[in-house]
Nanobody, 127 residues
Framework: VQLQASGGGLVQAGGSLRLSCAAS????????IGWFRQAPGKEREGLSC????????YYSDSVKGRFTISRDNAKNTVYLQMNSLNPEDTAVYYC?????????????????????WGQGTLVTVSS
């Protein structure tokens, strides 16, 4: 079981990035995938989740309308498209997974619900 997050980098305020979470040993149609971030000195924050059905999605208030979660079953990869970035979005971004059954509508919001984690990718937004 492995999650590989990538796509982070340096971007100017107002710009966009797309993060990828490649899952190995984790069929997406059996797992909910979540995105989290942690800024220096702050607690880990849940941002978004996509259910194993691929239909149900959750967004935190801090990213709703700016970030979009999606997945490519053929590539077993989940994406987080981030638009209208601002300096407050600077953080290490993580993807996480939990088995929730075949194509269920379950979305998970808090980090303690996820047993599998990727290594994180750094996003820096300059003003």
């Amino acid at each position: 079981v492995q999650l590989q997050a990538s796509g982070g980098g340096l971007v100017q305020a107002g710009g966009s990035l797309r993060l990828s979470c490649a899952a190995s040993g984790l069929p997406l149609d059996y797992h909910a995938i979540g995105w989290f971030r942690q800024a220096p000195g702050k607690e880990r924050e849940g941002l978004s989740c996509i259910s194993s059905s691929g239909i149900n999605k959750y967004y935190s208030d801090s990213v709703k309308g700016r970030f979009t979660i999606s997945r490519d079953n053929a590539k077993n990869t989940v994406y987080l498209q981030m638009n209208s970035l601002n300096p407050e979005d600077t953080a290490v971004y993580y993807c996480a997974a939990r088995t929730t059954g075949h194509r269920t509508p379950i979305v998970l919001v808090t980090s303690d619900r996820y047993p599998y984690w990727g290594q994180g990718t750094l996003v820096t937004v300059s003003s």
